[in-house]
Structures are given as structure tokens and as C-alpha cells.
Nanobody, 126 residues
């Protein structure tokens, strides 16, 4: 079982940037697709971005396309989410997730991900 720990959240003004990190332990991530999701108060968890196990393919929600970048450093067993041009509507708890199975096609639904971090709060002020 892999343990995922997110960090890098915080309070930022609109237009600012943050970089979230997701560090894994207990299992190497290099064979697994990884994703970022977010959940705002009173709303369902939604897909933000995902990266294939090889790193060769990335997917983004339309709402963050062009502003967020997902990347992975398998040597550090870490996945990142660079968030630029942040908007107040980006305010949410951000979760990192690892695919339930190795070497699968990158997914965007929460049901495809078997391991989750505890989340990190991102607050964007207007």
C-alpha cells in the first residue's frame, strides 16, 4: 500500500502561483498513473490533472488547461502540480491519487485511483 502526502498548499492572491507536491512512500510510483483532484466545500471531488505512468501523456480539466501543469519525478517518487494564474474558483482541498493498477491508461475518474493523500488546502483570495 502506498502512502501519499501532499504539501505546498496555502493562501495566495488571485493571479499568483503555487506548486503542490505529492511524495510517496511504501511503493514506487514509476509504474502508476497519477492524478490530482480537488474538492471545494459543498461540492463533489473533481478531476484536475493526470499523468501517465511513463509521463508521456497528461490530461487536464478544461477549467485549468493552460494554467496548471502536472509532472512527475520518479527518482524522487514525487508528483507535482504547478498552478499559475490562480483564480478564486480554484480554492479547494487538493488531493493526490495513485492509479489502482500499474501500466494502465491514464484516467480521470476517482474510481480509477486506489490510493489517496490527505489533501492540502489551497485558498485564492480576490
Amino acid at each position: 500500500q502506498v502512502q501519499l502526502v501532499e504539501s505546498g498548499g496555502g493562501l495566495v492572491q488571485a493571479g499568483g502561483s503555487l506548486r503542490l507536491s505529492c511524495a510517496a512512500s511504501g511503493r514506487t510510483l514509476s509504474s502508476y498513473a497519477m492524478g490530482w483532484f480537488r474538492q471545494a466545500p459543498g461540492q463533489e471531488r473533481e478531476f484536475v490533472a493526470a499523468i501517465s505512468w511513463s509521463g508521456g501523456r497528461t490530461l487536464y480539466a478544461d477549467s485549468v488547461k493552460g494554467r496548471f501543469t502536472i509532472s512527475r519525478d520518479d527518482a524522487k517518487n514525487t508528483v507535482y502540480l504547478q498552478m499559475n494564474s490562480l483564480k478564486p474558483e480554484d480554492t479547494a482541498v487538493y488531493y493526490c491519487a495513485a492509479d489502482a493498477q500499474a501500466f494502465t491508461v491514464v484516467a480521470t475518474t476517482p474510481e480509477s485511483f486506489g490510493s489517496w493523500g490527505q489533501g492540502t488546502q489551497v485558498t485564492v483570495s480576490s
